[in-house]
């Protein structure tokens, strides 16, 4: 599976903005499928997963409430729409999949994950 993300850009606080990650293949439903972020100097951390199927969502509690994951298994794509952006959200998000958690059961470990897509930068300006 390949994966390429993208969407990312310039956003003020309180705006919003959309990830995209287009992936290649042809059991792109079979993959659980996360974002994460990293920011200079830091480990890259969770941000959101989402089944296979699209029936579960889990979220880090710093963007419950402000972020949706979803998934279109029909354009191998996931999104991340992100809104009520604070200037704490700055980072490369980075979308994955992972083989071993597709279903209800989900890692928050970035070791779970088997393909990563290249990153795109989201910067929130105060």
């Known amino acids: 599976v390949q994966l390429q993300a993208y969407g990312g850009g310039l956003v003020q606080a309180g705006g919003s903005l959309r990830l995209s990650c287009a992936a290649s293949g042809r059991t792109f439903s079979t993959y659980g499928m996360g974002w994460f972020r990293q920011t200079p100097g830091k480990e890259r951390g969770f941000v959101a997963y989402i089944s296979g199927n699209g029936a579960g969502t889990y979220y880090a509690n710093s963007v419950e409430g402000r972020f949706v994951i979803s998934r279109d298994n029909a354009k191998n794509a996931v999104y991340l729409q992100m809104n009520s952006l604070k200037p704490e959200d700055t980072a490369v998000y980075y979308c994955?999949?992972?083989?071993?958690?597709?279903?209800?059961?989900?890692?928050?470990?970035?070791?779970?994950?088997?393909?990563w897509g290249q990153g795109t930068l989201v910067t929130v300006s105060s």
């Open positions: 994955a999949a992972s083989r071993s958690y597709h279903g209800l059961s989900y890692s928050t470990g970035i070791r779970a994950y088997d393909y």
